[in-house]
C-alpha cells in the first residue's frame, strides 16, 4: 500500500488535508471521499460539507484531481452555452440563405460544418466571397 496526500474544498472556503493508504490513484480517490466527511476543515464552522472538489498527490509527484458533476457543469456551461449560439448562428444563417435562394452560399456553410465546428474568422468568410 502507499500513503497519497488529499486535499479536498468545497463550496464554503474550507479545506481539508489528510492522508489514505491506497493501492492505486484512483482507490485512494474513492477512500478520499469517504474519508473526508470524517475530516475537520479549516476553518471549521462545525456543519457537514458538500466536498466538490479533491486532488490526491503520490510521493512521487503524481496526481489525480476529481470535481463533482455539478462543480464541472458550473465551470463548463458558459463555454458550452457559447459554443451552442455559435452553432445556432451557423444553423440561422444556412437557412436564411437557402430561403433567399443563395443556394451556393447555404451549401457552403453546409460543406464547412460551421455547426459542428467553429466558424473562420471574418477576414477568412471575406477572402473565400471575393
Known sequence: MNTYEVTAWCVFPH????????????AALAKAKKQVQEETPEPCNGGPHNWDEMEVRAEDGR???????????????PELLDLLRSRLHAARTMTEAWERGIWRRACE???CGWWTQPPPSPKLRE???D
Open 109 to 111: 456553410i453546409y460543406r
Open 15 to 26: 479545506y481539508a488535508t489528510f492522508e489514505v493508504q491506497a493501492r492505486s490513484l484512483k
Open 127 to 129: 477572402a473565400r466571397h
Open 63 to 77: 496526481s489525480l484531481q476529481y470535481l463533482s458533476p455539478q462543480l464541472a457543469t458550473e465551470i463548463a456551461a
